[in-house]
């Protein structure tokens, strides 16, 4: 368990809808990003977040948006859905990046969304 | 744009056989990390580089660092079936070495293991 949480786990939705994603991350950590994972793709990076601001955009699309809470939680709105966009989305945190050396990041268990 | 070649995308091996991936970075990295995805789960982190030519061991894991800091490899010495999974190696490129700390991922190497 890496302490991260993702909600919910699984999503199943048609085409032209909206969806939020919910993460959790470790406690004591700032950073919050998001991969998108296709059927035996790698790992996409679409944004990350750092104490509430953002701090390095992947190839996220227009449709979608993230934000992350004073709380430190983090969500990400995939909008007017498409079948493509059927893939797993993990997020992951870490606690800064300082110094020389890049944070570890910790990866939640993933929701995985069925666009119909 | 900056691109992390992994090689190969797939490799089928028999329980003890030896294994590696390996991975290019077509600018001089600042570090490197590696990661591991069972199936069906999320990337764990193995490890991360950081020198310039660093070698680091992980029981059967041996993990290398290109002098150059442009490549690394990830060796697995006689695999077993707890090896299967997907291996990731993921950069940071030295002119993101700031604040902007954008790891860039490779694709992914898959391992089978047949028993």
């Known amino acids: 368990d890496s302490g991260v949480t993702q909600t919910p786990k699984h999503l199943i939705t048609a085409t032209g809808q909206r969806v939020t994603l919910r993460c959790s991350p470790r406690?004591?950590?700032?950073?919050v990003y998001w991969y998108q994972q296709s059927l035996d793709q790698g790992l996409q990076f679409l944004i990350q977040?750092?104490?509430?601001?953002?701090?390095a955009k992947g190839n996220i699309l227009e449709r979608f948006s993230a934000q992350q809470f004073p709380d430190l939680h983090s969500e990400l709105n995939l909008s007017s859905l498409e079948l493509g966009d059927s893939a797993l989305y993990f997020c992951?945190?870490?606690?800064?990046?300082?110094?020389?050396?890049?944070?570890?990041?910790?990866f939640g268990p993933g929701t995985r969304l069925t666009v119909l | 744009g900056q691109q992390v070649m992994q090689i190969p995308q797939y490799q089928h091996v028999q329980e003890g056989e030896d294994f590696t991936t390996y991975c290019n970075s077509s600018?001089?990295?600042?570090?490197i990390q590696w990661y591991k995805q069972r199936p069906g789960g999320h990337p764990v982190f193995l490890i991360q580089?950081?020198?310039s030519g660093e070698v680091k061991k992980q029981k059967r894991l041996t993990f290398q660092f290109g002098e150059a800091k442009k490549n690394s490899s990830l060796h697995i010495t006689a695999t077993q079936t707890t090896d299967v999974g997907t291996y990731f190696c993921?950069?940071?490129?030295?002119?993101?070495?700031?604040?902007?700390?954008?790891?860039?991922w490779g694709l992914g190497t898959s391992l089978a293991v047949n028993p």
């Open positions: 992951a945190s870490s606690v800064a990046s300082l110094g020389h050396s890049t944070d570890t990041q910790y």
């Open positions: 406690s004591g950590d700032l950073s």
């Open positions: 977040y750092y104490n509430g601001e953002e701090r």
């Open positions: 600018t001089t990295l600042s570090n």
């Open positions: 580089l950081v020198k």
């Open positions: 993921a950069g940071t490129s030295q002119i993101n070495a700031g604040n902007n700390r954008k790891l860039i």
